[in-house]
């Protein structure tokens, strides 16, 4: 099994600030790599796909870069409806034995 | 609007079986996955298993097999995740997605059921 493992797993940062997440996997995934929004109560949403894709919608202060091992989500200018759980999740393998790293929360600073 | 709409929140005792709903809407039911995601209380996303509604193809994630049985009825465009034998730690909410045949990110989701099993 692909182990993602997300870091840090809490980032403080302070609203109009930039804020870099990190997903490294145990084996290469290629670019095939997502990120996801979780807040409270609600359902995820794609925010990435390949890497560095952007979903339908998504605001273009998101991005993301990364192959093989080693990704990066960024948020150039964090926005208070920013501050939420970010997960990666690798979909690489068939047959699929998929996998989400553990999460990371972002909270306001 | 392209939606997943699940069946509502459970309540049920150990031991006991449950069959939970996903319906697919404004997109050809046929043309996408269906996966499941667990999501147990406080903690992060696991994925479970795919179906391909237009031959009913699935695939288990090694954690998930024999454990939970995922299925769907095209004719109604709509997939299901079920158990026969539910144990407390089945509990946490359980979300449907939708996935690019050729690409597996899950690109709209449902907005879950929770599952309570607690004797």
């Known amino acids: 099994e692909i182990v993602m493992t997300q870091s840090p797993a809490t980032l403080s940062v302070s609203p109009g600030e930039r804020a870099t997440l990190s997903c490294r996997a145990s084996?290469?995934?290629?670019?095939?790599l997502a990120w996801y929004q979780q807040k409270p109560g609600q359902a995820p949403r794609l925010l990435i796909y390949?890497?560095?894709t952007r979903a339908t919608g998504i605001p273009a202060r998101f991005s993301g870069s990364g192959s093989g091992t080693e990704f990066t989500l960024t948020i150039s200018s964090l926005q208070s409806e920013d501050f939420a759980v970010y997960y990666c999740?690798?979909?690489?393998?068939?047959?699929?034995?998929?996998?989400f790293g553990q999460g990371t929360k972002v909270e306001i600073k | 609007e392209v939606q997943l709409v699940q069946s509502g929140a459970e309540v049920k005792k150990p031991g006991e079986s449950l069959k939970i709903s996903c319906k697919g809407s404004?997109?050809?039911?046929?043309?996408?996955?269906i996966g499941w995601v667990r999501q147990m209380p406080g903690k992060g996303l696991e994925w479970m298993g795919i179906?391909?509604?237009?031959?009913?193809?699935?695939r288990y994630s090694p954690s998930f097999q024999g454990q939970v049985t995922i299925s769907a009825d095209k004719s109604i465009s709509t997939a299901y995740l079920q158990w026969s034998s539910l144990k407390a730690s089945d509990t946490a909410m359980y979300y449907c997605?939708?996935?690019?045949?050729?690409?597996?990110?899950?690109?709209?989701w449902g907005k879950g059921t929770t599952v309570t099993v607690s004797s």
């Open positions: 997605a939708r996935m690019p045949l050729d690409t597996y990110y899950m690109d709209v």
């Open positions: 404004g997109y050809s039911f046929t043309s996408y996955w």
């Open positions: 179906i391909y509604p237009g031959d009913s193809d699935t």
């Open positions: 084996q290469s995934v290629s670019s095939n």
């Open positions: 390949g890497a560095s």
């Open positions: 999740q690798q979909y690489n393998n068939w047959p699929p034995s998929w996998t």
